[in-house]
């Protein structure tokens, strides 16, 4: 497996990365957030633009992310727009998706962008190869808020990631019962063991899955996400919290 590397910080290796989300809607609130965080065990920042209300201003994103680079200094930025389909807070056309992620990459601002797996493929291919020829890591993801599919169904779209060349492939699945979060750790371990060569990103969500966002290092699952604030996303622990935890686990390894 070839980890990837993301200014310092080397996703793949030693214990799961921390990722802590902004979900700032004003610039102000952006980098307060940002400024909190700087001071927390955070490996990486996601910046999730869609709770962001000048997105569909590119011009103030951009200086928005400019004054939030400023903030963060070495701390890798991954640049997020979670679509409604996928629990996101806005909806968007897919070529605006497409151009959004694309002029992200493009600005030298940020280190990794998140394009939804499902989108299409060619709109997911032209959004990872602009990112590569901008230098910028990607993340092919997929939330599913109803249900935990079944383990074949959950190696099979994270194979499918990897093939269309995100470097980090990422799921997200919400139980509906113990055994679902069995079935995501199951598929998270066969997909590591058998498949990945590459870091992959697993959870299971809300509180029944938990334990699958502090057991990464023991499946397979390269990155975690934990609160600083509010919370993204159901589940997610205190990022302090969730690093003492991540230190405990590794250490009895």
Known sequence: MNPVKVRNVEIGTGLPKICVPIVGVTKEDILDAARIIKTTAADVVEWRVDWYEDIFDFEKTAETMKALRDVL??????????????????????DAYVELNQKAAKTGLIDLVDIEAFTGDDAVKAVVDTAHECGVKVVASNHDFHKTPEKEEIVSRLRRMQELGADIPKIAVMPQNKKDVLTLLCATEEMASEYADRPIITMSMAGTGVISRLCGEVFGSALTFGAVGKASAPGQMG??????VLDLLHNSL
């Open 73 to 94: 200094g070495d701390t890798p930025i991954l640049f997020t727009f979670r679509t409604s389909k996928e629990g996101g807070e806005k909806a968007i056309d897919t």
């Open 239 to 244: 990022a302090a919290d969730l690093k003492t």
